[in-house]
């Protein structure tokens, strides 16, 4: 019953800017996130926050990338700044239950044109 439903991606030239957010429903939430795996690579993760609002941050991706949630809607987001090509990828939502069980996003496509 947990779903994870995520937004905003699409395609956008390097240097611009894109905003995801992904809304969660069914479960206790201890955490959200963001990974991303790009083709022929491996998910990684790109920034994470608690309900408490401790942030996490990839260090490729600190200073460009801003988390935030909004509690009382369950939701996620992720301000994406100065993109570049080499963060083309599928993005997807995390979340951390509080039994701390993870979940997944189905993705959004982000393509940043040179």
């Known amino acids: 019953q947990v779903q994870l439903v995520e937004s905003g991606g699409g395609l956008v030239q390097a240097g611009g800017s894109l905003r995801l957010s992904c809304a969660a429903s069914?479960?206790?939430?201890?955490?959200m996130g963001w990974y991303r795996q790009a083709p022929g690579k491996q998910r990684a993760l790109v920034a994470h926050?608690?309900?408490?609002?401790?942030?996490n941050y990839a260090d490729s991706m600190k200073g460009r990338f801003t988390i935030s949630g909004d509690n009382a809607k369950n939701t996620v987001y992720l301000q994406m700044n100065s993109l570049k090509p080499e963060d083309t990828a599928v993005y997807y939502c995390?979340?951390?239950?509080?039994?701390?069980?993870?979940?997944w996003g189905q993705g959004t496509q982000v393509t940043v044109s040179s």
């Open positions: 069914g479960s206790s939430i201890n955490a």
């Open positions: 926050i608690t309900r408490g609002g401790i942030t």
């Open positions: 995390n979340l951390v239950a509080t039994d701390l069980h993870n979940y």
